[in-house]
Each structure stands twice: as C-alpha cells, then as structure tokens.
C-alpha cells in the first residue's frame, strides 16, 4: 500500500452543496425506515420541518448535529426570517430528496454504517406537524456554568472562558424580544430543549419557561443539567411545568467524577439526582443520565448500564475528541484492542425496551471503540511510512485531491486549479516550519489530534496564505507543547 493511499484512508468523503441531489442509498434507506416507528415515513428527517435549534452566537440551525447550514443569525433575522427563509427552504428540498450532503454529515455517516438505533434524525419522528410551524424547539442560549469538566471549553462554560481561557465573558444577542418574538410559536410546541453552560443558571430561560407554564403548560420541558443547581426557586418552577431531565454524570466514583467535574461535590450531586428521579417517577415522565466516556472513566460503561437498567432509566454515552490527552480516540492500538475486547465480555439483559435501548447504546460504543482501533492501526502505519517531508507532501497532495473529487462537482481543469492552490498553501505552511521542527513529526501531530484529516484540509482549503503564514507561529506552538 503506497504512503498516498494509506493517508487518503483518513479521509471522510463528502458531498458539497454544488451537486445536485445525492439520494442516500435507496437499500440502506429502506432498513433505515424499517427500524422507525410508526412506520412508513414520508421523510428521511423531520428535523428541518419540525425543529429550530438557537446556538450561544444567535446562529439558528435545524438541529444542533448540522451547524455548518445555518438558517439565519438572531437579532438581525428574526424568528419568523429564519424558519420560513431561503437557507431552510433549501435544507427541506435537500432532505425531501433524501439527501444529506447540505451539512447533514453525522446522520449520514451513521446511515451508511447502519447504525440505526442510535441515528439522530429518528430523534424528530415523533414530533407532530402542527399548521407548518416548528414543534421542537432547542435553546442553547448562554454558557453560564458554574463548573470546569475537563473536556469542556469556554464556549459551553462561563467559568472554564474566565478562569482557564482568561477571556472576557460572553455576551448572548438573546433578549426579552427575543422571548416575546417565542409568543407565537409556543402555543405549537410539543416539546422544548435547553442546554447550557447549566441551564438552572441561565436567567433568560426562566422567562421562556415561564411563558411556555403560561400559554401551553402541556408542552414538554426537556433540560440537560448537570444536577448542581437545584434550590427552591428550581423546586417550585417544577410544581408547575412538565420538566423531564437528562442528568450528565460520567461516573458512579466519588474520587474519579470530582476529578472530571471540576467544581463539582459528587454527594450533592447524586442527592439532587435522587430528588429528580422521585420528581420524573412521581409525574411517569422520563430522566435519563447522560456519560462521557474517555481515559478517567472508559472501564465504567458497564457499571453505567447496570446501575440504568437497575433504576428503569435510560443512558446517553458521549465520546469526546478533545482535548486529546483525555479522549479515547488517539491512544494507541493495543489499549484500544484491550478496552474492546473487555466490552466484548460484557451481557446485558433485554427484558424491557430500557434495557434493550441500554444495550443499543453499548453496542453503539462498542462499535465506536472499535472504529478507532483500526484508525490507530493506519495511523501507527502511517508514522512508519512517513519519514520525510517530501514523503509527507505527497501524501497530503493525494489527500487533497481526494477530498476535492469527492466534495465539488467540478471537471477537471477546475478540480486541477483547486489542487494547485491548496499546494502552494501547503508549501507555505512547510516553509514556515522552525528549524527545529522541519520533521514530519509536526504533520503527524496534526493527523494525530484533528477530530478527522478532512478537518486539516478544510483549514488549508478555506484559509487564505497570509491567514496560514501568521497564524502558524501560534499553531506550532500549541503542537509543540502537546
């Protein structure tokens, strides 16, 4: 196997907006549907149709797993601009078509590896039509958080930006219009979703929360917390609106969790989980936990599905890419090989459909580790392959060219000029290189640690020369300090 062909095996193959329509497999499309219930369904994914997902920036997509198409920007586009504007219109004719190429990447790659019982479009296939306005909303409003995971960043906490980032805090563009402008969308909705930072600390939510006790009280209040915040004000809005709750805990170990919640009392915790259980049993409406697994806590899954199917709860197991000294999916080979073969091991019951989902959400990570595994194989491959820059090169040239036959419908001369450009930055970022790191040592770093090898090619491909020239000295520092 060449060099060319070993990194080019990185590479996630995707479609731009340019081409047509590219319909999902219409055999893979059939076992989709056969597992959704009720069945038939008329749409691969309901999400653009029935579900508008608001982000920290003001930035509204369909759903938080599509980012990239975004239907519009609060304050400058209003509500109603988003959900009937162009950029959702145009994510409807892409999905009516059945295709997922208009930044609908993570469902599609669980499409083509039949991971059905875990895809994330199924999530929409209950939520009604109702007159063409949205019945899903998701909030992602503020990052407001009191604590400092170590797999999070600034972005999602207000404590980890200040603290650990020292930078300034974050200013939401959401506003008292804003919850106005929700007045005549509240009436439709079946259910709303609000994540953080932690909710419990996010001001803006209690007016939302509020005006959905007032106008439809009916309407499922579904909250991701991390179980820290739960005072009487917490209590007494409870009492009055249909709150379900997805509690994050990523282990049953007091030592362990604290060490991964940072700021967080792990007694307290499990205290205020014990009251939402009573809370959600009490009312027969659901509570799940939600995990995420990495070094620390990997060998608790397990742990996680007995201590769930024991409660009648559900689990949500989370991997996380970053930062890179935490996560699974960069260890090498062997202890990959070993964290799969003991998951193998494991038997789970399936005497109720919680179990039966519990042991789905193993599976799923189960097959994930496994996924990784044979990525560190090719990696490990790769670093003995590679031992000079001209030999890098050509692997990333040969990665470049696949990545733009398989993303633009373009002929050849343009696909040849596209290649042309992304080498001469390519170049600039090898020049750039300090003395003592002009090895191929720097590159692999880079393949090590992006989330996929396309992230790298996206960077190089949509940066300009003088954007990778003056941001290479901060680039190399990072790498250079991991």
Not at 374 to 383: A, F, G, P
């Given at each position: 196997m060449t060099i060319a062909k070993l990194i080019s095996d990185f590479f996630i193959k995707t479609n731009a907006t340019e081409k047509l329509f590219i319909p999902v497999d219409s055999e893979i499309l059939r076992q989709y549907n056969?597992?959704?219930?009720?069945?038939?369904?008329?749409?691969?994914?309901?999400?653009?149709?029935?579900?508008?997902?608001?982000?920290h920036n003001g930035k509204a997509v369909s759903c938080?797993?599509?980012?990239?198409?975004v239907l519009g920007v609060y304050p400058v586009n209003s509500i109603k601009q988003i959900w009937n504007g162009q950029n959702a219109e145009k994510l409807r004719e892409f999905i009516t078509h059945n295709d997922l190429s208009l930044g609908c990447q993570y469902c599609n790659n669980q499409m083509t590896a039949r991971t059905f019982d875990v895809i994330k479009s199924k999530m929409y296939d209950e939520a009604p039509d109702r007159n063409g306005y949205?019945?899903?909303?998701?909030?992602?409003?503020?990052?407001?958080?009191?604590?400092?995971?170590?797999?999070?960043?600034?972005?999602?906490?207000?404590?980890?930006?200040?603290?650990?980032?020292?930078?300034?805090?974050y200013e939401s563009p959401y506003n008292s219009n804003f919850v106005k402008q929700l007045e005549e969308y509240i009436p439709y909705l079946h259910e709303a979703k609000f994540y953080g930072g932690?909710?419990?600390?996010?001001?803006?939510?209690y007016e939302i929360w509020d005006k959905i006790i007032e106008i439809n009280p009916e309407c499922s209040i579904s909250v991701q917390t991390n179980g820290t915040v739960l005072n009487s004000r917490v209590?007494?809005?409870?009492l009055k609106g249909n709150f379900h709750f997805n509690v994050s805990i990523d282990s049953l170990q007091k030592p362990i969790y604290e060490s991964i919640r940072i700021n967080a009392d792990f007694d307290l915790v499990m205290e205020n989980f014990g009251y939402l259980y009573e809370y959600c049993n009490n009312k027969k409406i659901s509570i799940d936990i939600s995990s995420c697994i990495m070094k620390k806590n990997w060998f608790e899954a397990p742990d996680f599905i007995n201590y769930c199917n024991r409660l009648n709860l559900g689990v949500y197991f989370h991997v996380i890419n970053f930062p890179a000294e935490y996560t699974l999916r960069f260890c090498d080979s062997a202890m990959l090989k070993n964290i799969h073969e003991e998951y193998c091991k494991?038997?789970?019951p399936e005497s109720n459909p919680v179990e039966r989902k519990n042991k789905s959400i193993f599976?799923?990570?189960?097959?994930?580790?496994?996924?990784?595994?044979?990525?560190?194989?090719?990696?490990?491959?790769?670093?003995?392959?590679?031992?000079?820059?001209?030999?890098?090169?050509e692997a990333l040239t040969e990665g470049l060219r696949m990545h733009i036959v398989n993303t633009y419908n373009i002929d050849e001369e343009e696909s040849k000029m596209k290649l042309e450009q992304s080498i001469f930055k390519l170049d600039t970022i090898l020049n750039k290189l300090p003395e003592d790191m002009h090895t191929p040592e720097i590159f692999k770093k880079v393949i090590q640690?992006?989330?996929?090898?396309?992230?790298?090619?996206?960077?190089?491909?949509?940066?300009?020369?003088?954007?990778l020239y003056e941001g290479a000295d901060i680039f190399f520092e990072k790498l250079r300090d991991r």
């Open positions: 056969l597992t959704r219930s009720p069945v038939p369904q008329k749409t691969l994914c309901y999400a653009p149709f029935r579900n508008i997902y608001f982000g938080c797993f599509n980012r990239t198409h949205p019945t899903v909303m998701e909030f992602e409003l503020n990052n407001t958080c009191n604590l400092e995971c170590i797999m999070c960043s600034g972005a999602f906490s207000s404590s980890i930006r200040s603290n650990r980032e020292k930078l300034p805090a932690e909710p419990f600390l996010v001001k803006i939510y209590k007494d809005l409870l494991c038997e789970f599976n799923d990570l189960v097959s994930k580790i496994y996924e990784w595994y044979i990525d560190s194989l090719k990696r490990e491959n790769l670093d003995r392959k590679i031992n000079t820059i001209k030999e890098l090169k640690y992006a989330p996929d090898i396309n992230t790298f090619i996206t960077q190089l491909e949509s940066r300009n020369e003088v954007e």
